[in-house]
């Protein structure tokens, strides 16, 4: 088709994209320091270099998890291609536009779509699922962990022990705490450890997946789906179905 066909639409509002590419860049920075946590030991990372490493963690994951808030409010309240009923695979009609747009790929004849299409739907939920565990399994652990909000102060209160102003505990020591007491929440944090370095393999997967995706699309179809998420417009050969969707 020729180039004089395709037509500029307006797709993702400022506000999505602003949250992509904070999501991109902080979960790309807790990765590496995620990757440099776990591989401490090869590293020579012990005592204060680790408290650090986990600290800067923690506060690239606070922006983490503000950003994802707001999308996920952002969802309620944002533009028709922002909206859940743009995101979810679910919803009347959902079955039969994904098997469309499977046949559509098969034949050599692709549909294409202002927002997500249907099997992007599905790589997006499940990317918004981990990046929802994560954050919330962060959250814990900080607490745990080096005794930041919004758990910190309970987590000390519990384990300080008798006579120790849980205000004053440090992190990467045992010093002023009750062994029992810390033993019982090493325990309670565990599954949360667990859940959050599963997650995190999961998430490096399913980023790695949507890059790939992305770059298939742009190459086989065109449309601009990387510059899109910087300028905001998708350029397309022919009308996309979801166009006066509402």
Request: charged share 15%.
């Given at each position: 088709?020729?180039?004089?066909?395709?037509?500029?639409?307006?797709?993702?509002?400022?506000?999505?994209r602003i949250f992509h590419w904070?999501?991109?860049?902080?979960?790309?920075?807790?990765?590496?320091?995620?990757?440099?946590?776990?591989?401490?030991?090869?590293?020579?990372?012990?005592?204060?270099?680790?408290?650090?490493?986990?600290?800067?963690?923690?506060?690239?994951?606070?922006?983490?998890?503000?950003?994802?808030?707001?999308?996920?409010?952002?969802?309620?309240?944002?533009?028709?291609?922002?909206?859940?009923?743009?995101?979810?695979?679910?919803?009347?009609?959902?079955?039969?536009?994904?098997?469309?747009?499977?046949?559509?790929?098969?034949?050599?004849?692709?549909?294409?779509?202002?927002?997500?299409?249907?099997?992007?739907?599905?790589?997006?939920?499940?990317?918004?699922?981990?990046?929802?565990?994560?954050?919330?399994?962060?959250?814990?652990?900080?607490?745990?962990?080096?005794?930041?909000?919004?758990?910190?102060?309970?987590?000390?209160?519990?384990?300080?022990?008798?006579?120790?102003?849980?205000?004053?505990?440090?992190?990467?020591?045992?010093?002023?705490?009750?062994?029992?007491?810390?033993?019982?929440?090493?325990?309670?944090?565990?599954?949360?450890?667990?859940?959050?370095?599963?997650?995190?393999?999961?998430?490096?997967?399913?980023?790695?997946?949507?890059?790939?995706?992305?770059?298939?699309?742009?190459?086989?179809?065109?449309?601009?789906?990387?510059?899109?998420?910087?300028?905001?417009?998708?350029?397309?050969?022919?009308?996309?179905?979801?166009?006066?969707?509402?």
């Amino acid at each position: 088709m020729s180039s004089q066909n395709y037509q500029s639409y307006k797709a993702w509002d400022r506000t999505t994209r602003i949250f992509h590419w904070v999501n991109v860049l902080s979960l790309f920075t807790m990765i590496v320091l995620g990757l440099i946590i776990l591989n401490g030991d090869n590293f020579g990372l012990e005592g204060e270099g680790k408290v650090f490493m986990k600290t800067v963690h923690v506060l690239v994951g606070y922006v983490f998890v503000i950003n994802l808030a707001w999308r996920i409010i952002w969802a309620f309240i944002g533009t028709k291609s922002a909206r859940w009923s743009s995101i979810l695979p679910i919803g009347k009609g959902y079955l039969s536009s994904l098997k469309a747009f499977i046949a559509g790929e098969k034949s050599g004849k692709p549909l294409y779509y202002l927002g997500h299409n249907p099997l992007g739907r599905i790589a997006v939920t499940l990317l918004l699922i981990l990046c929802i565990s994560q954050a919330t399994t962060g959250l814990v652990i900080a607490g745990t962990d080096i005794y930041f909000p919004p758990f910190g102060a309970m987590i000390t209160e519990w384990i300080a022990a008798p006579g120790v102003d849980p205000s004053t505990l440090v992190a990467g020591t045992k010093d002023m705490v009750d062994p029992e007491a810390y033993k019982e929440m090493r325990a309670f944090r565990s599954p949360y450890i667990n859940l959050h370095v599963y997650g995190f393999y999961a998430i490096c997967v399913m980023v790695s997946v949507h890059i790939l995706a992305v770059i298939s699309a742009e190459v086989k179809q065109g449309g601009g789906l990387i510059s899109a998420m910087i300028t905001g417009k998708k350029v397309l050969p022919k009308e996309p179905v979801d166009l006066d969707q509402g």
